[in-house]
């Protein structure tokens, strides 16, 4: 690997983002993590100012998706990253309030490579992020070039 | 059209028949009097003209005896005296036949008197002429004939005859006329009768083609009504299912987004905690050691008992929040499980309802021992439903009949069915505690319970209960006394139609 991973991180509530950037931390995950709290800013830094995704290519990248954005779906962003060729290689955390079984499924059946419920209690919550650093660090993440 | 209408329409058909009716039965009387009083009439005019013929006969038989004794009287000749024989002989019967004819008349009779007198003095003159001619006294009987022409007898009995004639001749007119009378009026009634008739006729039609009208008017109305009724059903049905979904999506998404909070609210909150152990070991730390020693490991000095006072107050603090969220949370979650079962949809199966109840007991002989519950299964009827909605009501209720009995009294809880106009009716009773009747709706309101709160529960169940029943095409009822036990009875459709709630999604 001789690209360090960056976490793209795309959570509208601050507070969530900053929990869950806390708890990464915890479990010893030091990699870059930039935060976007709407979709449209996510999506630009994504695909780049022409829409293509080629800014990202060579990158290797981990994105973590709120399902419930102000501005546009978490669905549709996973779509749109599943559907681009240089994003599509990219590992995608749902990570959601929504445990509605329906759009779990729809969720792995975009593309999604795991899917976690925000669990209320504090300490389901960080032991679950915790797992997913751990998960982080032990992952091979491809480059979006392909 | 209004029923006062209708009545009063009836009452005038009615009436017009029965006005008809009554018109018929006087024309045919009217006409049966009319015509039997003109055959009457016709038969006196017949015996007027039969009189007067009489009277002529007799007249004529007169002429004869008399031209039949002159010339006898001329002549001697045998021929006369037999013809004038065979016309007195015919004088007398007819005269009889004109008294009996006339026997009615005052006036007649009278005259008749006269002229059966002067017809009989007549009769004898002409008796002694012959007796005259016969012996021969040809001059006697000359001199009786012209003493009999110059007597007033003829003129009597021609005078007679005539005015009886004229007599007869006014009765004939008189009742010519009255015939024709009879007639004209016979005629007359039975042609206003028949047009009478004929006009009832035309205004029964009429009513009748006017009621027949406003009838198929009606009926079109109805059926139109009919169509729009069930477009109104249709359009209601399509606005409340709209307006339920809308409900649903409000109580996901609310419930969605009242989590996310929650989520940084605990988090946080949980963040604090820990800070609040960090803050409170360093506080113990600085306080524990004199001043411009090394500070010792901090987890190990015990704190001053104002700090121990302030941090047990912390804890508190942070206790109450963190449980008010793990309740506020178990809430959402409890609305976002109903909202999710409102949208689930129902498999429909035929379901041996005591196997299927035998299981959900079976599943509970836990609890039901530990309660001392017995629980009886009486024989049920078997449905089509929803297997997963109906374990769910089934395992509610009885799990709570097993949950809510009296303490220290072994529990009998007893599941019954029956059927009913195409109903299957579930009745889940038991001997526990009861219920207020004051509770009765309060039990079924999200998270309300009701009675002695000693059990674990979030007042879900049989709101729960109540919306599947409700989403099966059922209904639910509860019938209980406090100290009185309880009976919770379920009705649900027991052939799954169409018009179940499973098309609504």
């Known amino acids: ?146 | 059209m209004t029923a006062e209408g209708q009545r009063r329409r009836a009452f005038w058909q009615i009436l017009l028949f029965a006005a008809g009716l009554v018109v018929l039965t006087a024309i045919s009387a009217g006409s049966v009097y009319l015509v039997n009083k003109a055959r009457g009439d016709n038969k006196w005019v017949v015996h007027t003209l039969e009189v007067e013929n009489q009277l002529n006969a007799l007249l004529l038989e007169l002429r004869r005896a008399e031209s039949g004794a002159r010339g006898y009287l001329l002549t001697q000749g045998e021929n006369f005296k037999a013809d004038h024989e065979k016309a007195v002989a015919e004088i007398v019967p007819a005269l009889d036949r004109i008294t009996r004819l006339t026997g009615d008349n005052p006036a007649q009779r009278e005259s008749i008197e006269k002229l059966s007198a002067a017809i009989e003095t007549r009769l004898g003159q002409f008796a002694q002429e012959m007796e005259f001619v016969r012996q021969g006294q040809l001059d006697k009987a000359a001199a009786l004939v012209r003493e009999a022409a110059a007597a007033n007898t003829t003129s009597t009995i021609s005078r007679e005859a005539n005015a009886m004639i004229r007599e007869e001749e006014r009765l004939f007119r008189l009742r010519s006329v009255n015939a024709d009378n009879s007639q004209t009026l016979a005629a007359s009634l039975t042609g206003i009768g028949s047009g009478l008739v004929v006009v009832l006729a035309l205004v029964s039609i009429w009513l009748v083609r006017r009621s027949a009208r406003s009838r198929d008017e009606a009926e079109a109305r109805l059926r139109d009504s009919n169509v729009n009724l069930e477009a109104t059903v249709d359009e209601r049905t399509a606005d409340l299912r709209e307006a339920n979904d809308e409900i649903q999506r409000f109580a996901y998404i609310v419930s969605h987004d009242l989590r996310s909070p929650l989520v940084n609210i605990m988090g946080f909150t949980s963040e604090l905690e820990e800070l609040g152990k960090d803050i409170f070991r360093r506080i113990g730390g600085l306080t524990g050691v004199p001043a411009g020693g090394p500070p010792l490991d901090v987890a190990e000095v015990p704190l001053e008992d104002a700090d121990k006072q302030m941090s047990a107050d912390f804890s508190e603090a942070l206790g109450f929040i963190k449980s008010s969220i793990a309740r506020m949370d178990r809430l959402i979650s409890a609305i976002l499980n109903l909202t999710r079962e409102g949208r689930r949809e129902f498999q429909p199966e035929r379901i041996d309802t005591r196997d299927f109840i035998e299981a959900i007991v079976s599943s509970l002989a836990h609890q039901a021992a530990e309660a001392q519950a017995e629980i009886h299964i009486e024989p049920l009827p078997n449905i089509v439903s929803d297997r997963l909605a109906l374990e769910q009501i089934f395992s509610n209720l009885i799990d709570n009949a097993i949950k809510y009995l009296k303490n220290g009294v072994p529990g009998e809880i007893r599941i019954r069915g029956r059927t009913k106009l195409g109903y299957a009716i579930f009745e889940i009773s038991d001997n526990g505690r009861g219920i207020d009747p004051r509770d009765h709706q309060r039990i079924f309101d999200l998270f309300r319970r009701a009675g002695t709160q000693d059990k674990p529960g979030q007042g879900i169940g049989l709101a729960h209960v109540r919306a599947l029943v409700r989403r099966l095409g059922g209904t639910m009822s509860v019938s209980s006394e406090l100290n009185a036990g309880s009976t919770f009875t379920i009705t649900l459709p027991i052939n799954w139609n169409a018009s179940n709630r499973n098309a609504d999604r």
């Open chain 1, 1 to 146: 690997m001789t690209l360090p991973v960056t976490i793209i991180m795309i959570e509208d509530d601050e507070g969530h983002a900053r929990l869950i950037e806390r708890n990464i931390r915890r479990s010893g995950v030091n990699n870059e993590i930039l935060s976007f709290t709407n979709g449209t800013s996510a999506m630009k830094h994504l695909f780049g100012p022409d829409g293509t995704g080629l800014a990202q290519k060579g990158n290797a990248l981990l994105i973590l998706l709120d399902l419930n954005l102000p501005d546009m779906s978490g669905i549709d962003i996973l779509k749109q990253i599943k559907e681009n060729k240089y994003l599509k290689a990219s590992p995608v955390v749902v990570l959601t309030t929504t445990d509605d079984s329906q759009e779990i499924k729809r969720c792995y059946e975009l593309g999604c490579n795991v899917y976690i419920t925000k669990p209320v209690n504090y300490e389901n919550f960080a032991n679950a992020i915790r797992q997913l650093g751990l998960f982080f660090s032990v992952i091979q993440v491809p480059p979006a070039a392909t």
